[in-house]
């Protein structure tokens, strides 16, 4: 019995190694909820892939960009209002939250894949 939840144990362990560090593909990273007293800062790209802005919980993101180790992302107050951002390559691009539902928008990583 102890030498199967030994093994059992390592095939655990090996797996969690196998898995990798860093962003986890597909989980939120970064979240503004429309009521929320402050806006969060933004995040610095440290491991490069597509990073998609998606409204709460929705499956149609708004917009997808890939970005490289030292671009930046998450939201920024634009024209009296918060809008979703990112720096690509020095440039600033700003993405409006005009959900009408949506209370919640969530940067995602999808991992090293184009758009």
Not at 13 to 34: F, H, M
Not at 45 to 69: E, S
Request: hydrophobic share 35%; aromatic share 12%; glycine share 12%.
């Amino acid at each position: 019995m102890t030498k199967a939840l030994f093994l059992t144990t390592l095939i655990f362990a090996a797996a969690l190694l196998a898995s990798g560090c860093g962003v986890e593909k597909e989980k939120p990273i970064i979240s503004y909820e429309r009521n929320a007293i402050s806006v969060p800062k933004l995040k610095t790209v440290d491991k490069k892939g597509l990073y998609v802005l998606f409204p709460g919980n929705g499956i149609t993101p708004l917009q997808a960009v890939y970005l490289h180790p030292g671009d930046q992302y998450g939201f920024q107050p634009n024209d009296g209002r918060v809008a979703g951002f990112y720096i690509q390559s020095g440039t600033g691009n700003f993405v409006p939250l005009d959900g009408v539902l949506s209370s919640e928008y969530v940067w995602k990583y999808e991992g090293d894949k184009q758009p």
